[in-house]
């Protein structure tokens, strides 16, 4: 894919530039996501530059013209134990990985997060963008869940002169 080469090139990898960490980097960096469920609403926040993801379980249907942004608009509902989040809304010229694989405007994403035992999380998630891809594809992440932990600072600020150093794989 072309614009994987061009990506890499670059360097310009966004979350090196301090930007927001987008699906699935969310959860595949070493950074601690807090969820947190209240009626109609789950919370996901994220240690890095204090980033959230708003995910509603109100029974709203997403909708048809959403503001682009970097974590998208995201409804939910349980299936049994699986919480099934659809997503769309996400902005152009997202990168899903250090590679710089893309997510577009396009893209319309459904993860599945389900616990099969006290200390992991299963993440399902297939991502059908038909800007970047000829057809839908998937992935599976799984995560350790870290109880009773707490939340760090940790701020990347804009300009930051670290990005030189870097090496993308």
Same mark, same amino acid.
């Given at each position: 894919?072309?614009?994987?080469?061009?990506?890499?090139?670059?360097?310009?990898?966004?979350?090196?530039?301090?930007?927001?960490?987008?699906?699935?980097?969310?959860?595949?960096?070493?950074?601690?996501?807090?969820?947190?469920?209240? /009626?109609?609403?789950?919370?996901?926040?994220? +240690?890095?530059? $204090?980033?959230?993801?708003?995910?509603?379980?109100?029974? *709203? %249907?997403?909708?048809?013209?959403?503001?682009?942004?970097?974590?998208?608009?995201?409804?939910?509902?349980?299936?049994?134990?699986?919480?099934?989040?659809?997503?769309?809304?996400?902005?152009?010229?997202?990168?899903?990985?250090?590679?710089?694989?893309?997510?577009?405007?396009?893209?319309?994403?459904?993860?599945?997060? /389900?616990?099969?035992?006290?200390?992991?999380? +299963?993440?399902? $998630?297939?991502?059908?963008?038909?800007?970047?891809?000829? *057809? %839908?594809?998937?992935?599976?992440?799984?995560?350790?869940?870290?109880?009773?932990?707490?939340?760090?600072?940790?701020?990347?600020?804009?300009?930051?002169?670290?990005?030189?150093?870097?090496?993308?794989?």
């Amino acid at each position: 894919m072309e614009i994987l080469k061009q990506r890499k090139a670059s360097g310009l990898d966004p979350h090196v530039q301090c930007l927001p960490s987008n699906f699935p980097r969310f959860f595949t960096l070493p950074h601690v996501v807090k969820f947190v469920q209240t /009626r109609g609403l789950l919370i996901l926040m994220n +240690e890095y530059n $204090a980033s959230y993801r708003q995910i509603f379980t109100d029974g *709203r %249907p997403l909708p048809e013209d959403p503001q682009p942004s970097w974590n998208g608009y995201s409804t939910a509902k349980w299936q049994g134990d699986t919480l099934v989040v659809e997503t769309n809304g996400f902005r152009d010229g997202l990168w899903m990985d250090m590679v710089g694989t893309p997510l577009t405007s396009e893209a319309r994403v459904t993860e599945r997060f /389900r616990r099969p035992n006290f200390g992991t999380l +299963e993440i399902e $998630a297939t991502v059908n963008d038909p800007k970047s891809y000829t *057809r %839908p594809w998937s992935m599976k992440m799984v995560d350790k869940i870290v109880l009773d932990t707490e939340l760090i600072d940790e701020v990347c600020l804009e300009n930051e002169k670290s990005v030189q150093h870097m090496k993308t794989p």
